[in-house]
């Protein structure tokens, strides 16, 4: 059957940012769907985004184009140019290598839903806020030493 | 600004179906968001159907994998295990290789609207109902002929 059943695929909320900069996305519950249907040449995730939560920590990808479509409630794109409000039927798109660190915040009361779609990147991610660097396959800081 | 704006992107109904096939697709409205957003690593398309239009003839792809979300009206996903109703929400997910012709069709008096996510696939793409195949670039009937 091709349609989705959500409820029938596992929902994390894991994250393998270094603490203090995983409690950002402690509210942030991920389905794999990609993998869970059998894709292989991109990604797809479901996020749930609890109040209060991010989608991760604002970033931007050197060799990783990422698309997300919000589903339902609203959240906050954070990005280079300021705020932007997404509600259902928004979306937005990241191409990589745009240094343009980005990404939505659930600042309501109630959950939003959206999905993401990317592949999985083998450079670097870079964090503009925060002492955080995805390189060489693990989370570092900017001077490259290990957590 | 990574947002979409929806009415900035050209729109087209544009086929490459040899006739009498082309007709099924004529109320398919179509925009590349991706192409649009600088994106490479996948595909992502915009369509609306107007009522009475498919998305494609049913078919499959031998190596492209590919996953559509809806976002407004209504749509069934016709495949070969019978007839699905998609909503706004509603997702499905094509894995490349598997021989499951599928397609939307929007049986509603109102439009319908979804985005499509897929690669630019290189083999050849089956379509179970008609005398239609892709292969080698170009639409051939199934004995390899040329329109």
């Known amino acids: ?5 959500l409820e029938a695929i596992e929902q994390s909320n894991s ?6 900069f995983a409690a950002a996305v402690g509210g942030r519950w991920v389905r794999r769907l990609g993998r869970h249907s059998g894709l292989a040449d991109f990604g797809v995730s479901h996020v749930v985004l609890k109040p209060g939560a991010a989608s991760s920590q604002r ?10 479509v919000l589903l339902s409630g609203e959240a ?14 928004d979306m937005a798109a990241f191409p990589k290598g745009e240094p343009n660190g ?7 009361e109630d959950d ?3 999905l993401a779609f990317g592949r999985v990147p083998t450079g670097d991610a870079h964090y503009p ?7 060489g396959g693990a989370y570092r800081r900017k001077d490259g030493s290990a957590f």
Do not use: Q
């Not at 059957?1 to 059943?5: A, L, S």
């Not at 980005?102 to 309501?108: A, D, G, R, Y």
């Not at 806020?129 to 390189?135: E, M, T």
């Open 129 to 135: 806020d925060i002492d955080l660097r995805w390189s």
């Open 102 to 108: 980005h990404h939505l915040v659930n600042e309501s």
């Open 1 to 5: 059957m091709p349609k989705i059943d």
């Open 59 to 68: 970033h931007w990808h050197e060799d990783e184009d990422e698309f997300v």
């Open 76 to 89: 906050v794109l954070v990005e280079n140019e300021g705020r932007t409000s997404m509600r259902a039927g």
């Open 15 to 20: 994250t393998g940012y270094p603490p203090p």
């Open 112 to 114: 939003c839903a959206f």
